[in-house]
């Protein structure tokens, strides 16, 4: 199988977190003498990747950010012009893109801070509603029936979202997240969040194992922050977005799940979850899944400008309606440096 992309990043490369963290407090406080944006217990904004996971702090995501009165705003995305060729007597052609972007606004509120967020993707528009050809994906459906070999468009609102973190201590923080579409707390970040996949233009094949539940119409999730140390529980509407890519899918919170992060350095994150699905797939709907994760992801700077990151994750799902466990396992690496011109891959 082959895929050739050309494209261009909305926003530019970033470099290392401790780099860009310092070139924005200076930026910001000759643009502004509002105070920056802290998290309680310490935690640095830039950790956060999708919902409320976390990524090292010795790397960062692409970004742009500035202040506009008492915000701080940051905007990230990709669009990529691709050929999809995968070959074989299951394989097909497709020219499409693949794309999204994210706006984020921060700001102090009370003792704590608030976070609006919304992502957004016309993946529907630009690769169909069966989305685009992947040997071996599994885990889809469209019309109500299961396909193979695809890998289904992003709902037009991945996330819609509001996080706030409240100090209760010096040491501890209480973080509360609620989104319309959203991410509950199961697993590490979703592949175009993490800096190891961020560049990966497809889906991983262990997607529906490993971070599948990232659109999510319905979550809430509290959280307790202890330095580097945070605990989560999330209620969330555990169904598979359906093939209108356009609206939002709102179901009884009927799923629940558990996670706990842990970031002991600055170049390490340390993840394990379990949660309880109900009725995911609309083609399968009497059955619901249990999914057990763990993810450790490790990052430094390079150079002022270039980055390493790497991720190992590991899935399992059991069914309610047949034996055993399946298992999935991903190793991802990425070395990234700043750039803001048009880019080329070939897979």
């Known amino acids: 199988m082959r895929r050739l992309a050309i494209g261009a990043m909305v926003a530019s490369a970033v470099a290392p977190a401790r780099v860009r963290a310092q070139h924005d407090a200076h930026d910001m406080s000759a643009m502004s003498d509002k105070p920056m944006v802290r998290f309680g217990a310490g935690v640095p904004m830039n950790r956060f990747a999708s919902g409320t996971s976390w990524i090292p702090d010795a790397v960062s995501l692409p970004s742009q950010s500035w202040m506009a009165g008492d915000w701080h705003l940051m905007a990230h995305g990709y669009g990529f012009l691709q050929f999809d060729h995968q070959s074989g007597p299951r394989g097909a052609d497709q020219l499409g893109s693949l794309n999204w972007g994210m706006l984020m606004a921060s700001r102090p509120l009370g003792a704590g801070a608030l976070q609006l967020r919304t992502m957004l993707s016309v993946d529907a528009q630009t690769v169909g509603g069966t989305g685009y050809p992947l040997l071996l994906q599994t885990g889809e459906s469209y019309n109500g029936q299961v396909i193979h070999d695809r890998q289904h468009p992003h709902d037009a609102f991945m996330e819609v979202a509001a996080l706030y973190d409240h100090p209760i ?135 002022d400008d270039r980055q390493f990151a790497a991720a190992v994750i590991w899935g399992g799902m059991s069914h309610s309606d047949r034996p055993g466990v399946l298992h999935s396992i991903l190793a991802d690496p990425e070395i990234r440096a700043r750039r803001s011109a048009p880019m080329m891959a070939a897979h």
């Not at 969040?193 to 809430?220: E, I, K, T, Y």
């Open 169 to 303: 201590t010096k040491d501890f923080a209480l973080e509360l997240y609620v989104a319309p579409s959203g991410e509950p707390a199961l697993g590490p970040p979703a592949f175009m969040h993490r800096p190891s996949s961020v560049d990966d233009l497809a889906a991983p094949l262990g997607h529906h194992w490993q971070d599948a539940s990232h659109v999510s119409f319905g979550v809430a999730t509290a959280g307790l922050v202890w330095h580097d140390l945070k605990i989560e529980a999330s209620a969330f509407n555990g169904r598979e977005p359906d093939q209108n890519r356009w609206n939002f899918d709102f179901a009884p919170l009927q799923s629940y799940s558990a996670r706990v992060t842990a970031n002991p350095t600055p170049n390490w994150s340390l993840t394990a979850g379990f949660g309880f699905i109900k009725s995911p797939e609309a083609a399968d709907a009497g059955h619901s899944m249990h999914r057990a994760l763990t993810a450790v992801q490790y990052g430094r700077a390079l150079s």
